[in-house]
């Protein structure tokens, strides 16, 4: 039995929005010796690709996913990736992993550790941002994939993108990085470690049981809403119609349902590493400083800031623009906050048109 097989005997809702249909899977045998020194005996990686790679291997485009997100792009980002659509399967070939320590086919809390034959959970390494870019490089060897088009990272998918870029940047061409950082900050790391307090209270999450931790992830995932968007969404899509409510507030039930939404398609294991892989982030960490780390980047950049964001804010993103030689910043006007990069297809479509040219 493989380890996806196994996997899927314990959640399959987990594998992908449309149970695992598009997924490919990578079973990599060596042992995976992770940045703080643990290790996994194997791991597995999940991805999908679309379209076809050229003869000359000239339209690669690799995306790398956010927080919650999965390894089809056309899911999550449906209005980016598809047929007519700006990235065309019928012009490139998309290639998508799924991050380890998620929980969407690749290797995670919930899978099988193949020298215990039970599942992770709490004992799974703390993994960091840099040990998901080492699982892509891995897949972009098995895949004889030696140079890249376009890489593109919006949130914590762009956090994979600067680290893979400064740590190999002969292999990409361009690079978009949006609604991202350099270094992870005090107030997104209090806005993590408030998301773990919450998972921690249930104590549910110490049964170490598929369904462990789920009310607690119900209230992180209500916490982390809140710097996903921001005053003036909350204020104008929650507002009551009404002057006499003593309860049941349209913002309560908006969070409530948005924590149950969640808790249908995740876990809270792997909810918990994540946030710990973010807070990791620090493209300066052995590199002298965040200006050193991103010189090293070679590729035609363009980075995008979403005017609203309070999660990563526009300054963020200038940071990053100033120090990678010869990149282009370009602010994005949403009232979405930072969920922007998610809603504002036709805005990203015109940017990303003028940037290379098309």
Known sequence: MTLSNQYSLIKPKYLSHNEGQNLKYLKHK??????????????????TTYGTM????SNIVWMCHAFTANADPV???PGMVGEGKFFDPAKYFIVCANIIGSCYGSTGPLSINS???????????????????KAHEILRKHLGIDKIYLILGCSIGGHQALEWTITNPGIFDHAFFVATNAINSPWVNAFNTSQRM??????????????GGEKGMKA????????????????????????DKLDDYRASSYQRYQGDKLAIRFNAYS?????????????????????????????KTLVIGIDTDLLFPPDEQKQIAEHIPD????????????????????KQNEIYKEFLGK
């Open 30 to 47: 060596q042992k995976f010796v992770c940045e703080n020194g643990e290790s996994l005996p194997e791991i597995e990686i999940a991805y």
């Open 54 to 57: 050229n003869a000359d291997k």
């Open 75 to 77: 899911d999550w980002w």
């Open 115 to 133: 020298k215990t034959g039970e599942p992770y959970y709490r004992s799974f390494p703390q993994i960091t941002v840099r040990d998901q870019v």
């Open 198 to 211: 919450s998972i921690e209270a249930d104590h549910t999450f110490y049964d170490d049981e598929p369904e």
């Open 220 to 243: 992180a995932r209500a916490i982390a809403l809140i710097s996903y968007r921001n005053r003036n969404a909350y204020n104008l899509t929650q507002a009551e119609n009404s002057n």
């Open 271 to 299: 909810y918990y590493y994540l946030t710990k892989a973010l807070d990791s982030h620090n493209v300066a960490r052995g590199r002298g400083s965040v200006a050193e780390a991103l010189s090293k980047i070679t590729a």
């Open 327 to 346: 990149s282009k910043y370009v602010e994005l006007k949403s009232f979405f906050g930072h969920d922007g990069f998610l809603l504002e297809f036709e």
